[in-house]
């Protein structure tokens, strides 16, 4: 299993950016694919999931109506659409598969996301 972030950076508050993952090794388009994010110090949280077939959504309260998760299960690839950032987003973001279900994580070498003016 390997996952590869890309898409992170330096953004103005209100400004917005587009996280994307690339899945390889795993059967991707049947498992629920998340983001995760992590500051210095602090426990990682999942901001983000979609499931497969069908791909309903979960967010995390403090980005839902900002934040958009999608994939692309014939590219094997999930995206994060982040709008509105605020500095509170800064953090290291992850993609993540738990494979088989129940098993073990996989984690990608995760993306720094920075919202500063």
């Known amino acids: 299993v390997q996952l590869v ?15 994307s993952c690339a899945a390889s090794g795993f059967p991707f388009a049947i498992f629920v694919m998340n983001w995760y994010r992590q500051t210095p110090g602090k426990e990682r949280h999942a901001v983000a999931a979609i ?5 309903h959504e ?7 109506g900002r934040f958009t998760i999608s ?21 290291v973001y992850y993609c ?5 279900p129940g098993g ?9 996301v920075t919202v500063s003016p």
């Open 5 to 19: 972030e890309s898409g992170g950076g330096l953004v103005q508050p209100g400004g917005s950016l587009r996280l």
């Open 51 to 55: 499931q497969p077939v069908g791909g």
């Open 58 to 64: 979960w967010y995390a309260d403090s980005v839902q």
């Open 71 to 91: 994939r692309d299960d014939g590219e094997k690839m999930v995206y994060l659409e982040m709008n509105n950032l605020q500095p509170s987003d800064t953090a």
């Open 96 to 100: 993540n598969v738990q494979f088989p």
């Open 104 to 112: 073990r994580d996989y984690w990608g070498q995760g993306t720094q």
